[in-house]
């Protein structure tokens, strides 16, 4: 069964510094997807960013990238330059393809932007 | 309008009432889900469906049932609602073979008492 596994339950970090998220996953199927949310305080879930095991390239998207390393099956979150709009809990995600598709949630990390 | 509305947004209820929480969805989407997110737990999967005829049982179904009433509708109910019962949950949608990301409600914050 696949499993995401979110070992950071909350993080503070200056301003304008990068933040990595830690994210790694389980599972044995070839074909997958992976997923960074947000969620602000105000409650809802925003996506980030999405990976697909194929995928040759980490993925990129403004400040936010995935750092993908296949072979030790992590997926963190990288923040460029953080805001403090930034603070939120985070969540990493992953569906298996072409089966059963569901998506499933890790615990997520709490993050803090300090001024 | 917001493309995946929950309601209600908020309930509290008394243990041993049944509840029912509605989603309805305006993207068009095949695929939706229901989750709960409890705080250091984050999101679990309830139940989803892949169609009107297709309903699965995700990581914590017991407790809960679920009817797709039309491609549009997706409702989760909770026939004897327990304390533990309490959580906020989410209604979420997604396209039939995309990369799959989700698109959610608002949320739903259910307190059993």
């Known amino acids: 069964a696949q499993k995401i596994t979110q070992t950071q339950p909350g993080m503070f970090v200056q301003e304008k510094e990068a933040v990595t998220l830690d994210c790694t996953y389980d599972?044995?199927?070839?074909?997958?997807?992976l997923f960074w949310y947000k969620q602000p305080s105000s409650g809802e879930m925003i996506f980030l960013i999405y990976q697909g095991s194929y995928d040759q390239q980490n993925a990129t998207e403004g400040r936010y990238s995935l750092n993908f390393q296949k072979a030790r099956k992590s997926a963190n979150l990288v923040i460029s330059a953080s805001q403090l709009g930034d603070s939120a809990m985070y969540f990493c995600a992953m569906n298996i393809l072409n089966r059963d598709d569901k998506i499933i949630f890790g615990k997520g990390t709490r993050l803090h932007i300090l001024p | 309008d917001a493309d995946v509305t929950q309601t209600p947004r908020n309930r509290i209820t008394k243990t041993g009432k049944r509840i029912m929480l509605e989603c309805s969805q305006t993207k068009g989407h095949d695929r939706m889900y229901w989750y709960r997110q409890d705080p250091g737990l984050g999101l679990r999967l309830i139940y989803y469906?892949?169609?009107?005829?297709?309903?699965n049982k995700g990581e914590i179904s017991d407790g809960y049932s679920v009817s797709r009433q039309a491609q549009a509708k997706f409702s989760l109910s909770l026939e004897s609602a327990i304390p533990n019962q309490t959580a906020l949950y989410f209604c979420?949608?997604?396209?039939?073979?995309?990369?799959?990301?989700?698109?959610f409600g608002e949320g739903s914050r259910l307190t059993v008492l």
């Open positions: 599972t044995s199927d070839p074909s997958y997807g």
């Open positions: 979420a949608t997604s396209e039939s073979g995309s990369a799959g990301e989700l698109f």
């Open positions: 469906s892949f169609d009107v005829k297709d309903i």
